[in-house]
């Protein structure tokens, strides 16, 4: 099977999930495009960089659709956007231009604990309390930059943070999904502006490369994704999804401890 073959997969793959369970695409498309470019034959040093630039970049075209849907519905809660918007992407540029000095087995542990508390909070569905508010103007931004930090070094929108995040601060579960889509746009764009100048530092990219960005790779998975995901949200009220999230969070445990082996061996 060609790689485009395989990239329009993992992007039908993605895309269908994100709709269907409400998960950031990032949690699939990095371990599967770090396996894929492994077996064939990328340069092992830069696999995960690869990985989580080309991941962002994806979530660009697709956060677009997610955002203008949450905001038909009146939920997204815009003057939270503006505020929390500066600390995400100073944090997302930094920990994306900060990339390219990380080792790619430390981008991998990283990339596994996440996936952990993913699949935890996933397994669980424990979500916090609103009993706070809302912080300042420096609170927001220092929250923004710790989720656009952890978000540029792990190839997510961020919504695995700031959903429980914003909820936590009093917003209605609605308005934290919404909010937080809107916030997906500022990781991907900051993350993948940062992956493409951090890789045009290196050498030794695979051809069609734009920095950490893989074209072929982000064309395919950006279209079918895209295509797949409102065919996962028009099946989320027909399947059992609360069942389907478990067994994915089993999943994700296995990844983990697969890339986890694959660091360690």
Do not use: N
Not at 53 to 60: D, P, R
Not at 254 to 260: A, Q
């Amino acid at each position: 099977m060609s790689l485009l073959a395989i990239y329009l997969a993992i992007g039908l793959v993605a895309g269908f999930i994100a709709g269907l369970l409400g998960v950031g695409g990032g949690l699939v498309l990095v371990p599967a495009l770090a396996w894929v470019w492994g077996e064939a034959g990328f340069p092992p040093t830069h696999i995960m960089h690869l990985a989580l630039g080309t991941s962002l970049a994806t979530i660009v075209f697709t956060s677009v659709s997610s955002l203008r849907a949450h905001h038909a519905h009146g939920a997204v809660r815009w003057e939270v956007v503006g505020r929390i918007a500066p600390g995400i992407v100073l944090g997302t540029l930094a920990g994306s231009l900060a990339a390219a000095w990380l080792p790619d087995c430390g981008l991998r542990v990283f990339f596994t604990l996440f996936l952990f508390y993913a699949a935890t909070q996933m397994l669980f569905d424990r979500r916090p309390v609103g009993r706070h508010a809302l912080p300042g103007r420096a609170g927001l931004t220092a929250a923004g930059a710790v989720i656009g930090l952890v978000s540029s070094w792990v190839g997510i929108g961020g919504g695995t943070l700031s959903v429980p995040f914003l909820t936590w601060c009093g917003l209605r579960l609605q308005e934290a999904i919404g909010t937080s889509a809107a916030i997906g746009l500022p990781i991907a764009v900051s993350g993948a502006v940062g992956y493409v100048v951090s890789g045009a530092m290196v050498d030794a990219l695979p051809a069609w490369s734009l920095g950490f960005v893989h074209l072929p790779a982000l064309a395919a998975i950006a279209g079918t994704s895209m295509l797949a995901a409102p065919w996962g949200a028009r099946l989320t009220h027909r399947l059992p999804v609360t069942r389907l999230k478990r067994l994915f969070a089993a999943l994700l445990y296995l990844i983990g401890l697969r890339m986890l082996w694959g660091v360690l061996a």
